[in-house]
């Protein structure tokens, strides 16, 4: 369940989204409501959200300063909340690295809909922080997955073990199928519901695994390794690698120390 808290200094709209969304039934809970910037900042900082929607015109501290602020601190998703008339400040959130926007009067199905975006966004991140933390313990453990699959036909267990073997050329959910004489949208469903995951999601983080184990060797440079782990488009590589660790390849390499 996601941890959200809300910025808002007009009380009808700030109690309105607190009390009548199904936040329960976006598998949210509201952890706290702020009336002001400088409340939410301190509301952020003790309660450590994962999701903060903000207005951007507060007293104290407007919404966008107290982001700026916060993400210093902490790594949280931030949506705003605005009106056209203040869209120009909502493309500077947007910039601010904010992940979505909402216009007032806020729409609950639209909420609903983004909500479960970030979730889904946010498990991603989980999964690839795990990757990444645990890269050269080989955690990310194919043999664990491939044993997950139970089913006679064993359709799912063959698609990891050809991302195990194959993950430096160029494959899809389709070209298995095609191999293993199965409809894309079964072995699709089969394989998030044995993985939990979707399976250009598991390559990507089992890509993105193997390039942090050679990025820390400090032997290759970083095109060499897009190739070495099957991103045959440099650019597309480093975009992946960022979407995954929330850093690019050479921010990595510079955290980490290697030369």
Not at 28 to 35: F, G, I, L
Not at 79 to 107: G, H, W
Not at 159 to 165: E, G, H, L, M, Y
Request: hydrophobic share 40%; net charge neutral.
């Amino acid at each position: 369940m996601l941890k959200v808290i809300i910025a808002e200094d007009e009380d009808i709209i700030r109690k309105g989204l607190v009390s009548t969304l199904d936040w329960v039934g976006m598998d949210c809970m509201v952890v706290a409501d702020a009336r002001n910037g400088i409340e939410g900042l301190e509301m952020i900082l003790e309660f450590k959200p994962d999701v903060v929607i903000t207005d951007i015109k507060m007293p104290g501290l407007d919404g966008i300063e107290m982001l700026r602020q916060a993400s210093s601190k902490l790594r949280f998703k931030s949506i705003i909340l605005t009106s056209y008339a203040e869209f120009e400040y909502a493309r500077q959130a947007i910039e601010l690295k904010a992940c979505d926007y909402l216009l007032k009067p806020v729409d609950e199905d639209k909420v609903r809909a983004l909500m479960g975006r970030v979730h889904e966004e946010i498990e991603i991140e989980r999964s690839a922080v795990a990757a990444i933390e645990n890269a050269k313990k080989d955690s990310f453990d194919l043999a664990k997955y491939i044993q997950m699959d139970k089913s006679e036909s064993g359709y799912v267990a063959e698609a990891i073990r050809r991302i195990q073997s194959d993950y430096r050329e160029k494959i899809s959910i389709e070209s298995i199928s095609d191999d293993l004489l199965v409809s894309s949208s079964y072995l699709t469903r089969k394989f998030k519901e044995v993985t939990g995951h979707k399976f250009l999601d598991f390559l990507n983080l089992f890509r993105v695994q193997q390039a942090v184990k050679l990025l820390s060797t400090g032997r290759y440079r970083v095109y060499e390794i897009s190739e070495m782990t099957g991103f045959t488009d440099y650019k597309h590589f480093c975009t992946v690698f960022k979407r995954y660790t929330s850093m690019s390849p050479m921010t990595y390499t510079k955290k980490k120390g290697i030369q």
